[in-house]
């Protein structure tokens, strides 16, 4: 890891990035939102439009599905989450990023994790998890199990855009799903 002073030099290296070709496309560079001295870290896939727009992950459809399920469990998206992604710029026509993007990529998020030293992440869908993990069982398969690496825990979920196409929340179903899988988190958070 560079010698960073602080979050916020971190932040501004990570916006003036030009290592992959995204860096031609985007408007912003989303680097992150939420509580840098929270005690967990959320990590999606990708910005979409609105957040290349804005510069903020997670402030479309499917950032406010994942509000709605942590609020569900009493977590504040702001307060006790840092939120950022598994890769920081829009990728055009929001195709999955490519291996070769996640991999230039992945510097800012090892950084930031080496940093800021989170005690839980979670990792929301499939991208995320192969790309931090590289476990590439499907979504279905793992998400609701701890994974334990460098003595952080890491919880896959799914993704919130997956919530938005399967809106039922009876049991068994994607949103019911997820409801467990974030009251686990919500216990381990509150015996840290
Ligand atoms: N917005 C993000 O910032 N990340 C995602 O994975 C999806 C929407």
Redesign the pocket.
Known sequence: MKNFRNIKEIHSACRNCKSCNLSTSRNNV?VAKGNPEAKMFII?????EK?DITGF??V?R??KMLDAVLESVDIDPLNDCYIT?IVKCRPPENRRPSSSEIKSCISWLDTQIEYLKPAIVIL??STAVEGYLGIKEPITKIRGSWVVKNGVKFMPIF?P?YLLRNPSKEKGKPKWLTWQDLKKVKKELDSI
């Open positions: 989303v999606g896939e990708a910005p979409g957040e992950p997670f479309g499917a950032g992604n929301a869908g993704h855009a």
